[in-house]
Nanobody, 122 residues
Framework: QVQLVESGGGSVQAGGSLRLSCAAS????????MAWFRQAPGKEREFVAS????????KYADSVKGRFTISRDNVKNTVNLQMNSLKPEDTAVYYC???????????????WGQGTQVTVSS
């Protein structure tokens, strides 16, 4: 089992920045691919970014490319999401996830955090 706890959400005006963190505990963190997903009210959960356990392969959704940066620290067992130039359409609950392989499909991820709210006002 891997336990994931997100932090860093909040409210910000459009154009602002937030940094989300996900702390992992339990089984060894490093072999897992890590990802961030988000779910806005009335919408399905969508992929945001993912990071191979080695850090060598990173994927982003087109909607966040150039604005968001995912990073991980396998010593501290954390994965972060730096979000810049935030837009109102980024408003959602953001979830951290861990799984055996890198994917943009939420079905490939085994462990999930409880989510953290991000609200961007115009």
């Amino acid at each position: 089992q891997v336990q994931l706890v997100e932090s860093g959400g909040g409210s910000v005006q459009a154009g602002g920045s937030l940094r989300l963190s996900c702390a992992a505990s339990g089984r060894t963190f490093s072999p897992y691919a890590m990802a961030w997903f988000r779910q806005a009210p009335g919408k399905e959960r969508e992929f945001v970014a993912s990071n191979h356990w080695s850090g060598s392969v990173i994927k982003y959704a087109d909607s966040v490319k150039g604005r968001f940066t995912i990073s991980r620290d396998n010593v501290k067992n954390t994965v972060n999401l730096q979000m810049n130039s935030l837009k109102p359409e980024d408003t959602a609950v953001y979830y951290c996830a861990a799984g055996p392989r890198l994917s943009d499909s939420d079905g490939e991820y085994t462990f999930w955090g409880q989510g953290t709210q991000v609200t961007v006002s115009s």
